[in-house]
Each structure stands twice: as structure tokens, then as C-alpha cells.
């Protein structure tokens, strides 16, 4: 029981696995780093606070639902969540949700700007730092209805997809989507290693949730979903 314990502590390496020793960060909201405060809100975007003099230097604002918050070096990286995505065709207008990535630099904090900004497969669930790796996790999530006729029962079907993707951090200026893997499920429960993601997805109808094991091990931000299994 001690020993099952000791191992089971957190987040991070995971021993007896061959693989690069990478630390394990989670997501911010609010994060200090010596005098300046980096606040993320639903609102406004990114703020950054000077706590010395109590003073509010700069806000940055950001184009969807601010979620996740890493700061590395002077980079700030905002994760968001539904980021509508309109696209016109010949007079139709499609919409649909998305996660972005945006790349703040944070230099000179007072005048603090966006420098890049990308666009992820999904609408944003959760993230983990892994060392200069960062992996968003999305997923898509919707209900199918059919039995048009009057003597047929109604059929509702769960219809999900779940997204990694990587983001290589190691050289700030030239960041970018190193790959993007997809598994069925609306993956919504993430645990992360030094080498692996596992993430969760549960299923209504079934009782059950599918948890699949997400290879992570390459540090340069390959990515291959090993399998999954089903658990009460």
C-alpha cells in the first residue's frame, strides 16, 4: 500500500520508463514570476500587474474564451477555448469552434503583444507543458438524432472526436504545430507523464469510458496514439 502511494503522487516521470527527463507542467490561470503578476481573464484577454507598484501595465486581448496560461522566459502562451471559425462559400456562412494558440511577448511587459497565433483541430479541453513541447487536448462533442417514421423509435447517437496536438517551444522564434493526432471519444480527463497522455472519455449510453494511451515521448513533439481500453 506504501509503495502503490509513493508512486501514485502526481503528475510527472514515471519510473522504470526509458524516456527523456522532461518536466511535467500544468496550466495557469494566474501566474507570478518575481514582481509581475500574469492574470487570465474570460474577458480581457491576458493582464500583467506590476505587484511593486500596484499597477496595472498592460492588458492583451485575445479572441476566444481564455483557459490556459503558461509563461516561459519572456513568452506568454495562451490556450483558448471556443474560438468561432466563420468561413463564406458562395453566399453560405459555415461556423463552427475551435482552440487557438496565441504567442505573447512579454519582454517588456508595459507594452506586451501578441507575435504569433495558432489554430488547433477541436474546441480546447485541457493542456500540459512537457518540456519544450506544449499539448493541447481537444475534443468535439454532438448528438445525432434519426427515425423519421412514426412507428420507429428515435435513435440518439453520440457522435465525438478528441484532438492532441503539439506545439515545439524550443526556439521562441520560430514556434509552430509540430502534429496533430485524433481518436474517437470526447477525451475530457487528462493525465500526463514525461512520456505519455492518457486521457478519458466517457460514454453515456455504454457506462463505460474509454481511456487511450497517447505517446509523447518524442521531445521534439511527435505524437502516436498507442490504443485505448474500456472501464466501468
Known sequence: ????????????????????S??????????????????????????????????????????????DLYVVGNQAYVLVG??????????SVAFDLGTRLFVVDVAQPASAAVTAEFA?????VDSRLVG?????ISAEFQWEYGGIDLDSPVIRKQTSSSWVSSVSLADPGTIA?????SFAGYGNVVQATNFALFVS???????????????????????????SVAVP
Open 1 to 20: 500500500g506504501d509503495d502503490a502511494a509513493e508512486g501514485a503522487e502526481g503528475e510527472g516521470e514515471t519510473p522504470g520508463v526509458d524516456a527523456p
Open 132 to 136: 519544450d513541447v506544449l499539448y493541447a
Open 120 to 124: 488547433l483541430e477541436g474546441d480546447l
Open 82 to 91: 471556443y474560438a468561432n471559425n466563420y468561413a463564406e462559400t458562395d453566399g
Open 201 to 227: 472519455s466517457g460514454e453515456w449510453f455504454s457506462g463505460e469510458s474509454e481511456i487511450t494511451y497517447v505517446d509523447i515521448s518524442d521531445p521534439a513533439g511527435a505524437i502516436v496514439v498507442r490504443g
Open 22 to 67: 522532461r518536466e511535467v507542467v500544468e496550466p495557469d490561470v494566474i501566474h507570478r514570476a518575481g514582481d509581475l503578476l500574469y492574470v487570465l481573464n474570460q474577458h480581457r484577454g491576458l493582464s500583467i500587474v506590476d505587484l511593486e507598484t500596484e499597477q496595472l501595465l498592460t492588458q492583451v486581448p485575445t479572441f476566444g474564451y481564455p483557459r
Open 177 to 181: 504545430v509540430m502534429d496533430t493526432q
